[in-house]
């Protein structure tokens, strides 16, 4: 079967991702964190990867609906899958509903060279797209635009990313976590070790820390998503789960600071996140530092000791 990139998801695609489970056994353990149809997937040491429940697994999804029954040493061409250009189907199992399943043995020896140009890539899209947005604002900036800038083709722009709201997304992605790479936040070591401290005072200096890094990178972006939202309805709804996905942080935080006690009599869970979601806004980090000019130490220490004063 030739297996091409899909274009777009179909609700029929949605559905049918939610029915199954796909696992793929690679040759070698050093393949780490990999993408499938631009979402990320990952590998424990020994080299297997778990694709589960969701549109990771779109591009496994119709070659396994359509050769289930096939899959006994049968071969698929594509580049869609890992990047290689074979795999061998094993010991596929088929059932009804959420029993289908399947697990595939990546035989390809090259995989590591088609993942890194498309990283490349990616990369470079989302720079020149960074870029152009401070340069021109969101709504002035078209992908043609990022297209030439980045050297890349409209088309293989639009295959990695959709649409230029799919560049700021991805563009937020890294700027939020530092980096490209498919972990999510709260597996970052500085997330774990923010709540594997023992003193909520070190716990609130280290969300300080981990905060302020962050809005240092990503504050910019974050303006040009609220100045796209007030006339984009979809960069409106992209500002509305920023906010959702912070606070959903900032409650974890919270809860944290409840089950150790250390919350100043009175204070309830959710009045606690709320405090955290304010302080610790973009507004405020724009205002102090990209508005009044603060070092942002000056406000890793003021936001770590109004914390400290307002929770605990």
Same mark, same amino acid.
């Given at each position: 079967?030739?297996?091409? =990139?899909?274009?777009?998801?179909?609700?029929?695609?949605?559905?049918?991702?939610?029915?199954?489970?796909?696992?793929? =056994?690679?040759?070698?353990?050093?393949?780490?964190?990999?993408?499938?149809?631009?979402?990320?997937?990952?590998?424990?040491?020994?080299?297997?990867?778990?694709?589960?429940?969701?549109?990771?697994?779109?591009?496994?999804?119709?070659?396994?609906?359509?050769?289930?029954?096939?899959?006994?040493?049968?071969?698929?061409?594509?580049?869609?899958?890992?990047?290689?250009?074979?795999?061998?189907?094993?010991?596929?199992?088929?059932?009804?509903?959420?029993?289908?399943?399947?697990?595939?043995?990546?035989?390809?020896?090259?995989?590591?060279?088609?993942?890194?140009? =498309?990283?490349?890539?990616?990369?470079?899209?989302?720079?020149?797209?960074?870029?152009?947005?401070?340069?021109?604002?969101?709504?002035?900036?078209?992908?043609?635009?990022?297209?030439?800038?980045?050297?890349?083709?409209?088309?293989?722009?639009?295959?990695?990313?959709?649409?230029?709201?799919?560049?700021?997304?991805?563009?937020?992605?890294?700027?939020?976590?530092?980096?490209?790479?498919?972990?999510?936040?709260?597996?970052?070591?500085?997330?774990?070790?923010?709540?594997?401290?023992?003193?909520?005072?070190? $716990?609130?200096?280290?969300?300080?820390?981990?905060?302020?890094?962050?809005?240092?990178?990503?504050?910019?972006?974050?303006?040009?998503?609220?100045?796209?939202?007030?006339?984009?309805?979809?960069?409106?709804?992209?500002?509305?789960?920023?906010?959702? $996905?912070?606070?959903?942080?900032?409650?974890?935080?919270?809860?944290?600071?409840?089950?150790?006690?250390?919350?100043?009599?009175?204070?309830?869970?959710?009045?606690?996140?709320?405090?955290?979601?304010?302080?610790?806004? @973009?507004?405020?980090?724009?205002?102090?530092?990209?508005?009044?000019?603060?070092? @942002?130490?000056?406000?890793?220490?003021?936001?770590?000791?109004?914390?400290?004063? $307002?929770?605990?």
């Amino acid at each position: 079967m030739k297996l091409t =990139t899909i274009a777009g998801m179909t609700p029929v695609d949605r559905a049918l991702a939610e029915r199954v489970h796909i696992t793929v =056994t690679a040759n070698a353990p050093d393949l780490t964190p990999r993408t499938w149809y631009g979402m990320p997937a990952y590998a424990n040491v020994d080299g297997k990867v778990a694709v589960e429940h969701g549109l990771q697994a779109v591009c496994l999804l119709r070659a396994f609906l359509a050769f289930r029954t096939e899959f006994g040493g049968s071969r698929l061409h594509g580049g869609a899958l890992l990047g290689a250009e074979t795999v061998v189907g094993h010991r596929c199992s088929s059932g009804s509903g959420t029993n289908d399943s399947a697990t595939l043995i990546c035989v390809d020896g090259r995989v590591k060279a088609p993942q890194a140009r =498309t990283r490349r890539t990616r990369a470079a899209v989302v720079d020149a797209a960074r870029d152009l947005f401070l340069e021109r604002g969101y709504a002035a900036t078209t992908v043609a635009a990022i297209s030439e800038r980045s050297d890349t083709p409209q088309a293989t722009v639009y295959r990695l990313f959709d649409s230029k709201l799919g560049i700021l997304r991805a563009l937020l992605d890294v700027v939020v976590a530092g980096d490209d790479r498919p972990v999510a936040m709260v597996d970052r070591p500085q997330v774990r070790a923010l709540f594997a401290a023992d003193d909520p005072r070190d $716990q609130l200096a280290a969300f300080a820390a981990l905060v302020v890094g962050v809005l240092h990178r990503a504050g910019p972006v974050h303006r040009i998503v609220a100045d796209a939202a007030k006339s984009d309805p979809e960069a409106a709804t992209l500002l509305v789960d920023i906010a959702r $996905q912070r606070h959903d942080g900032q409650r974890r935080l919270a809860r944290s600071l409840k089950l150790a006690g250390a919350l100043r009599p009175g204070l309830r869970e959710r009045d606690a996140a709320d405090l955290i979601h304010a302080l610790a806004s @973009p507004e405020v980090y724009g205002l102090l530092v990209l508005d009044r000019g603060w070092d @942002p130490a000056r406000h890793r220490d003021w936001l770590a000791s109004v914390l400290a004063d $307002q929770l605990l």
